[in-house]
């Protein structure tokens, strides 16, 4: 899984670290042991090993935050495919996208709301509690991180959760979900060049806001926001057409009364070499599908004899869909099962062919090809 290391599960769901999280640990155990080694009252590798803790603390609470995401997902059917924990932070990946904006709001907003919880939680205890001075500071310092955590995540631009705020906010204005994923990748694109221009000029000398970790935040801002609305573009693209549009041409629809011989000489030989063949009765119906390899069953001086009927597997092993759906809701099929191609069916049982990946493609490079003549 893109090299992340699996550690285990959470509550059912995959847990991943990818390799630069080891990095930023062993950094913010350094950082936090040489600000703990301060205190006098602590020696030897113990402001280390009390920083190595702080670290896994504050991890534990960038999982908690996408527990909160992972909860509300579940809650609304959605699968969680894993919580992998990286350079910048964590993500949860979801198996799918809210169906309405107000479920998009929820599952966005979860996570900041578990780090302001976490944050009310540290205070209370920082304040309320008489803890000696080194862990009184590892409990503050957590209770800010994780402000810190929630106000940065709800900065309002893609992939940040104040992105996602923001697209279900215009998705329920425009009623379109891509074009809130465009907005709020277009803002977050904003808020990546911001950081990109801060930590340059931080480098350089010229502004003593940012860091280094800026740019990189900047870097990472960009890629992630560019990624999001060109998904979203091609998404709102295949919505806009129907299945219908772009069957394969010529798709290998035969009727079942007829010969194997008559089916062999008019669509096999000096044909497109096609491995099976939709199979359909007097009303243009599908019945099943007939393989080639199955030809090879019969002599071949009774194909004038055997019908193609007689051949065909039964249609309940077909994957079907409607000629009047989206080319969306097509490809997340073909995506989402292991075979290459879909029956297109009208309402009323017509065959009308076959639709693949390369099917659609192609399609849109002939209106793209069309938009740019």
Known sequence: MNGNIRVGNLFGIPFYVNPSWFFVLGLVTLSYGGD???????????????????????FASVVAHELGHSFVALAQGIEVKSITLFLFGGLASLGKESETPLQAFLVAIAGPVVSLLLFGLFLLISNQLALPTPLAAIVSMLAYINLALAVFNLIPGLPLDGGNVLKSVVWQITGNPNKGVIFASRVGQLFGWLAVIIGALSIFGVSQIGSFWTLLIGFFLLQNAGFSAQTARVQDTLGSYKVEEAIIPDS?????????????NEYVIGKKEWRKF???N???????????????????????????????????????????QSLLDAVKLLEDQTSPQLTVIRGDGVVVGLLEKASVLRFLQEKAQAKAA
């Not at 703990?36 to 504050?58: D, E, H, K, N, R």
């Not at 007097?282 to 007689?310: A, C």
């Open 282 to 324: 007097e009303d243009n119906k599908l019945m099943g599908v007939l393989l080639i390899d199955s030809l090879k069953q019969v002599p071949t001086s009774q194909w004038t004899e055997v019908l193609v009927k007689d051949l065909i597997q039964p249609a309940d092993t077909i994957k079907t869909i409607q000629a009047e």
């Open 278 to 280: 939709l199979v359909t």
């Open 36 to 58: 703990l080694a301060q205190f006098p009252q602590l020696s030897g590798i113990t402001p280390w090993l009390l920083g190595f803790v702080a670290a896994l603390l504050l």
């Open 252 to 264: 290998p629809i035969v009727s079942a009364d007829l010969t194997l011989r008559e089916f062999v």
